[in-house]
């Protein structure tokens, strides 16, 4: 049997995933066919607030396992901000020093945050968005060999920790009643990662990828692939079926979300729950699983996103 991807983890490390999967239903009454339900993973729950606590963990497990990473050692990675955030927390709980290059219209929030783990911040071009960190990190990568660039776009253990975390615990906590998975991409690692899963132990599982509809959208940690630096670990063919998200209605899904389940999540958790609403307006009977990536604290300052209070 392969070995858990978050084997090793000791102490808060050992708290990450395990997230528990939760219906969504009064933010959808009137939206979904009788015979559909609507869960999602609250990812929001994890020690660092989302869901790329699970492959910052499994990276750096990844890298210490490899004999790369020693006391003191250096990380250094790209990201908008949540894995940035995971990998600050874990840095901090095991002796490393994190360098990240983060763009520099990242919200105050997320900044504060680093700074209080004790991350060291490379604030990057605002108008090259994510795009901008990920070349500014490869440049650092070529400057300092000792350091350990983790490169979460490229690292398969990205994908590897939905693998054997994010997939079966989505088969457990549904009894094996979980006929649609959905998931929206940024280094794709949740997707593609959940998806293999399924596709390697329960193949009639329908999987679905969501990306915002045009390259300029605020749906923040999600990417219009056909306008970005493709990850590597991205497969284009994987999915089953490719859905769109609008931000201003991914945006209406996050305040009534809120409102009406009393599930603060982010905006690309209340994108998925749109794609998961327009799929299952094509479905008889589903159980539909999505992954609410964050939650919304994160974003609170954030005024166009819950409108004015
Ligand atoms: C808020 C948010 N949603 C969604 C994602 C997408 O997850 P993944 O990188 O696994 O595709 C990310 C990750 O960057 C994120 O920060």
């Known amino acids: 049997m392969d070995m858990h991807p978050f084997q090793g983890a000791t102490g808060l490390l050992s708290r990450i995933g395990d ?6 239903e009064r933010a959808v009454d009137g939206m979904l066919p009788e015979g559909v339900e609507l869960w999602g993973k609250l990812e929001g729950l994890n020690p660092g607030g989302s869901v790329k606590d699970r492959a ?51 919200n105050g929030e997320r900044k504060a945050l680093l700074g ?31 350091w350990v660039y983790l490169d979460q776009y490229s690292n398969p253990a990205n994908w590897r920790a939905h693998y054997g975390s994010t997939g079966p615990e ?6 094996g009643r979980v006929t649609h998975f959905v998931a929206a991409l940024g280094t794709s690692g949740t997707f593609v990662g959940t998806t293999r899963y399924f596709r390697d132990h329960h193949p009639h599982v329908v999987a679905s990828e969501v990306q915002p509809d045009s390259p300029f959208h605020g749906l923040e940690g999600l990417k219009h692939m056909p306008s970005a630096l493709v990850p590597a670990i991205y497969e284009a063919n994987l999915a089953d079926h490719h859905l769109e998200a609008d931000t201003e209605r991914a945006y209406g899904m996050a305040r009534a979300l809120a409102a009406k389940d009393g599930l603060h999540v982010g905006p690309s958790a209340a994108a998925a729950v749109t794609a998961c609403v327009d799929l299952a307006a094509t479905l008889d009977r589903a159980v539909i699983v999505t992954i609410l990536c964050d939650g919304g604290g994160r974003y609170l300052s954030d005024h166009h996103l819950w409108g004015a209070a």
Not at 19 to 24: E, G, S, W
Not at 131 to 138: C, M, S, T, V, Y
């Open 19 to 24: 997230t528990p999967l939760v219906r969504i």
């Open 56 to 106: 910052a963990l499994a990276m750096v497990l990844d890298a210490e396992r490899r004999g790369k990473l020693h006391p003191g050692g250096t990380l250094l990675d790209a990201s908008s901000g949540n894995t940035g955030i995971s990998l600050a927390m874990i840095a901090a709980a095991r002796g490393y020093r994190l360098v990240l290059c983060l763009p520099a219209n990242a």
């Open 170 to 175: 989505i088969w457990a906590q549904t009894q």
């Open 116 to 146: 209080i783990y004790g991350a060291q911040v490379v604030l990057t071009d605002p108008l090259a968005g994510s795009d901008g960190a990920i070349l500014e990190a490869r440049a650092l990568a070529a400057k300092h060999p000792d």
